[in-house]
């Protein structure tokens, strides 16, 4: 990896929704747009550079608020970007989301056949995402973007998806969420582990260095420098198939905890194994500087405490001894829960559609995003477990059970079925603030 070098990113030209982490609790809203007709998309590119925020604007008088902007490849050719600059994009990109389905292992159920249209299709071709802290912020938010595409008859608004964090910041399955998130040189913003080097900000942003030493910039450098990849995915969550799986292959309640604690890797206060090894602790799993400070190799190499075929284990090896070098697979995650909770002790699925929207970000959507999803999620060759895939998120078949290492004797439990199902999603470009400037500047 290459050496600390002192960078300073261009923040008031990046979108804020790339660095910033989110407020708690906060709602949010995925919008899709087509463009129909080039002029009109182009004038929307104008103007949502306006409505656009900026890594710098972390003081604003709308607080923790804010609009990003995303085109896919498709958005990028209706915009008529020329063939030159399309073909300098990384080709992840350029096929989509859904011609990577098998790569993703998007199959069975969660195959881009199945998906919620219009997602996957080539219809997809801007997306506004909006954060604020609760729902009227964030409507006066939406509001505010509105004049961005509004009275745009060559613009149509295809898709709306509202999504929340609550105060507790727990997912469907309920554990805390949105725990660990790596920090980036120039940023300022600190990471949520102390104990890991800072990533070079190349990693996250395009046309800066990164860790090895190369900067991804599509071009021309207007367009392509201070921007990232994203990947949004639609995910439902079977949480009646869940908390049976686990009542089912406990003793009892406390029993149940542990074995939820072991699949994800942290109890669900959010205390990690790692450091609350025996029982949960609340107050670990509320406390941000301290409930993501650890590593495996030098404590638990063999995953007796923090399994090694675990949720959190498997997205972030940290130092663990596995194959391949773990920085180099690090991305920005960003989730929100969509749909109502399914209430407390409810073990039958009550037919609502309940899950996570989830967002990457990151420069390099093949090692970072398709490797980890491939890779981490859906093998285990990496850390010595044959072809296992991760207990909460990965493509299981109901065939392949789920070992808890243990002395003397490991534990196995039933096999997995599985529990997530992807509903769509898209590979999308976040502009820097110049290049929507830019694109809204572009002549035929």
């Not at 207007?222 to 969550?237: D, E, I, M, P, T």
């Not at 995650?333 to 970000?361: N, Q, S, T």
């Amino acid at each position: 990896m290459s050496a600390p070098t002192d960078v300073t990113l261009e923040l008031d030209d990046i979108q804020r929704g790339v660095l910033s982490p989110r407020p708690t609790p906060y709602a949010a809203t995925y919008l899709v747009f087509r463009i129909d007709d080039r002029s009109q998309g182009r004038e929307l590119m104008r103007r949502a550079s306006a409505s656009a925020t900026s890594a710098a604007d972390t003081s604003s008088p709308l607080g923790d608020t804010w609009v990003s902007v995303a085109v896919t490849y498709w958005g990028l050719e209706a915009l008529g970007v020329p063939r030159a600059s399309l073909e300098s994009f990384a080709w992840e990109f350029r096929q989509g989301m859904a011609a990577r389905a098998r790569a993703l292992r998007d199959e069975g159920a969660s195959s881009p056949q199945h998906w919620e249209t219009p997602l996957g299709t080539r219809d997809v071709h801007v997306v506004i995402a909006a954060v604020a802290p609760d729902p009227p912020r964030l409507e006066a938010a939406i509001d505010r973007a509105r004049p961005a595409y509004d009275r745009l008859s060559g613009v149509t608004a295809i898709w709306r998806q509202d999504c929340y964090a609550l105060p507790t910041e727990k997912e469907h399955f309920g554990y805390l969420d949105g725990v660990s998130h790596p920090a980036v040189e120039g940023s300022g913003i600190p990471g949520s582990n102390r104990l890991e080097t800072p990533l070079k900000s190349g990693e996250f942003v395009l046309g800066y260095p990164d860790e090895i030493g190369g900067v991804q910039t599509p071009q021309p450098t207007v367009l392509g420098r201070n921007g990232s990849y994203a990947a949004f995915r639609k995910l439902h969550q079977d949480v009646a198939a869940f908390r049976r799986y686990l009542k089912d292959n406990s003793a009892g309640a406390q029993d149940e905890e542990l074995i939820a604690a072991k699949i994800m890797g942290r109890w669900r206060s959010g205390a990690p194994l790692a450091l609350a090894p025996q029982h949960d602790d609340p107050t670990l799993g509320t406390d941000p500087d301290l409930r993501n400070t650890f590593l495996y190799e030098q404590d638990d190499p063999a995953g007796f405490t923090t399994p090694g075929a675990c949720h959190i284990r498997r997205a972030n090896p940290r130092d663990a001894s596995v194959a391949g070098e773990v920085r180099l697979h690090r991305m920005i995650r960003r989730g929100a829960v969509y749909g109502p909770p399914l209430p407390e002790g409810m073990l039958e699925d009550d037919g609502a559609d309940r899950g996570l929207m989830f967002a990457f970000i990151g420069a390099h959507l093949g090692r970072q995003f398709e490797f980890v999803q491939s890779e981490w999620m859906n093998d285990g060759v990496f850390f010595g477990a044959g072809h296992t895939k991760d207990p909460v998120v990965g493509a299981a078949d109901g065939q392949v059970g789920y070992t808890v290492p243990r002395r003397p004797v490991r534990r196995r439990l039933a096999p997995l079925p599985r529990f997530v199902v992807t509903r769509g999603g898209e590979y999308c470009f976040l502009p820097s603030l110049s290049a929507l400037r830019w694109l809204g500047d572009l002549h035929s």
